[in-house]
């Protein structure tokens, strides 16, 4: 009989992360995934303080990546070489540690705890009327009292399950692809915030450079779907723009691989429902300041299997409220604030307030990074408050004047 406490679709680290807890805890869990053992993830492999924390809370040994000590932000001829933020919640480090091995970490710290994971097996829900009873894989159905769906950008488990992007909110497309480059072990991060594209229109995104540390770096530029003329942005043209304006700074060379992009989804309509709930992407949990989502999907993946543990037929509604406290607020203020940055004529003197004085930057990438909350003291706090409270103001206005795709 295949019955198990608890299954997961996915086995990027959303997934991963929820099998590792209820593994550990002695849970019966099998994990389906795709791709084969070691599948790679499209991805700019930034580990944010944020992420770091959650790597440290879920026990994973960080020494195989890179480390950083902070981001250059760059625009209109601006270069501010700033520090992770130092005495929050967070470490004042960061990494950077390529998907491919990082996610295979992962996965295999998920077997080593007992998990069982089930590789090249596509998994989809199984209804019983609207109650998800577990999946079905392999020609097989398999029984739990809860499934988590962590299958990243949303595809044809999350349509069963109604769990889809909202149409009314913005997302995000990325590419990348790794170079060889003599500065492959600089310890910042480093993005490009004005990026242009082939037309000359501004694009709400960034181009970035991060160092891997093996003697390769991830390049890649991401844009969201609030761009004027986001429809006919063409990623590829955009990377290699960006690569040629890096190429002699960064001693950059040949691309190692093909250019891939992915979706970045920025919401979700439904991330819970009887038998099931959404973590990682799945549910939508990609910050639209900066695209980063692994933290997301290692906090939500973590406390969806506490709660399975303490009690599944409840897990689903508690979930959806406690990751609702700790995420909506700043997600719901990240997507305001990129119908505003969609606005050509207001990216500009936007990015120039932001990046306009060292302070001003440090402000900045603690509130793109989610380092700070609103009970945060000090400037990156108010302005976040501040933010969050003229934003949700203004949200009925961004929403109609929103620039045309
Ligand atoms: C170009 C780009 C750059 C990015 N850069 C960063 C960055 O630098 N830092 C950062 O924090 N975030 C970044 N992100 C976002 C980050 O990649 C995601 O937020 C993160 O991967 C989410 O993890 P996840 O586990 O939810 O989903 P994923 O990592 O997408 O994992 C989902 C897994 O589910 C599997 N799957 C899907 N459907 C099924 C099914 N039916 N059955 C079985 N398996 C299934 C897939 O094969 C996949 O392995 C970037 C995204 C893109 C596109």
């Known amino acids: ?33 795709k791709g084969p053992h070691g599948r790679d993830k499209v991805c700019g492999d930034g580990l944010t303080p944020r992420a770091v924390k959650a790597l440290d809370d879920l026990g994973i040994d960080l020494s ?40 295979t970490h992962l996965v295999d710290v998920a077997i080593a705890a007992g998990a069982d994971v089930r590789f090249e097996t596509e998994a989809l829900p199984e209804l019983d009327g609207d109650r998800v009873i577990g999946v079905r894989a392999g020609g097989e159905v398999f029984r739990a009292p809860l499934t988590v769906l962590a299958a990243g950008a949303q595809g044809a488990a999350a349509k069963i399950l109604g769990a889809e992007r909202d149409p009314d909110e913005p997302f995000g497309l990325a590419i990348r692809a790794y170079a060889p480059s003599p500065r492959h072990a600089d310890r910042h991060l480093e993005a490009r ?32 779907s609030t761009m004027k003329g986001f429809k006919r942005l063409n990623l590829n043209t955009l990377l290699d723009q960006y690569r040629a304006i890096e190429r002699d700074a960064w001693g950059l060379g040949e691309y190692l691989d093909k250019p891939r992009a992915w979706r970045l989804p920025m919401s979700c309509v439904k991330r819970h429902g009887p038998g099931w709930l959404a973590v990682g992407d799945a549910a939508g949990f990609v910050n639209p300041m900066n695209g980063e989502g ?42 305001r604030f990129s119908f505003i940055i969609g ?7 936007g990015l120039r307030v932001a990046v306009g004085t060292q302070a001003a930057a440090d402000v900045t990438l603690a509130v793109m990074g989610n380092l700070v909350d609103s009970r945060t003291p000090g400037a990156a706090g108010a302005v976040l408050k501040l933010a969050d409270r003229t934003l949700r103001a203004a949200d009925p206005l961004l929403r109609r004047t929103r620039a045309a795709a």
């Not at 997934?15 to 019966?28: E, L, S, Y």
């Not at 501010?80 to 967070?90: D, H, I, Q, V, Y």
Request: charged residues 20%.
């Open 1 to 33: 009989m295949n019955q198990r406490d608890l299954l997961v679709i996915g086995g990027g680290p959303a997934g991963t992360a929820t099998a590792i807890v209820a593994a550990r805890a002695g849970a019966k869990v099998t994990l389906f995934e």
């Open 294 to 335: 692994i933290d997301y999907g290692l906090e939500s993946g973590m406390l969806a299997a506490e709660l399975c543990l303490s009690n599944p037929s409840t897990a689903p509604a508690v979930y959806d409220r406690l990751i609702g406290e700790r995420f909506d607020s700043f997600l719901g203020t990240g997507r």
């Open 343 to 349: 606005h050509p004529w207001l990216l500009k003197p």
């Open 64 to 103: 195989p990546a890179h480390r950083t000590v902070g981001v250059r932000m760059i625009a209109f001829g601006t270069t501010r070489e700033l520090s992770w933020p130092e005495g929050g919640r967070f470490p004042a480090h960061g990494a950077v540690w390529p998907r491919h091995r990082f996610d």
């Open 193 to 224: 915030l004005s990026l242009r594209d082939e037309h000359g229109t501004p694009v709400p995104g960034y181009g970035w450079l991060f160092p891997a540390g093996d003697g390769t770096v991830n390049i890649g530029v991401g844009a969201l």
